[in-house]
C-alpha cells in the first residue's frame, strides 16, 4: 500500500500532522477526513503519476496530533485545521 511514497510528521504552530507524500509534479493536498489519509490508498498512486501527492491526516486523525478541545471547539474548527494544512504545504 502506498509504494514509493514517503511517511512523515510535520510540525506546525499546534500540531503534529502525519503525511504520506510521492510522486511529481504540481502539488496535490489529501486529506482523510472523516477518516485518515489511507482512504486514498487505491487513488493516489494513480494521482502520483502527474502531481506530488500529499495525503495527510487531520488533527484528531490517526497519527497526527490530538490537542485538548476548548469550550469554543478552536482547536477543532475547520479554520485551524486549515491552518494545520496550509503549514504542510508551505513545507512540502
Known amino acids: 500500500m502506498f509504494e514509493g511514497f514517503r511517511l512523515s510528521t510535520i ?3 499546534q500540531a503534529s ?3 504520506r507524500h510521492g510522486g511529481s509534479g504540481p502539488p496535490l493536498l489529501l486529506h482523510g477526513s472523516p477518516q485518515t489519509h489511507v482512504m486514498w490508498h487505491l487513488l ?3 494521482l502520483a503519476e502527474d502531481f506530488t501527492v500529499i495525503a495527510t491526516d487531520l488533527r484528531g486523525y490517526g497519527d497526527s ?3 485538548e ?3 469554543d471547539h478552536e482547536p477543532y474548527s475547520k479554520r485551524t485545521m486549515a491552518l494545520d494544512q496550509l503549514e504542510v504545504m508551505k513545507r512540502e
Open 65 to 67: 496530533s490530538k490537542p
Open 11 to 13: 510540525d506546525t504552530a
Open 44 to 46: 493516489a498512486p494513480r
Open 69 to 71: 478541545t476548548a469550550p
Open 17 to 19: 500532522i502525519r503525511v
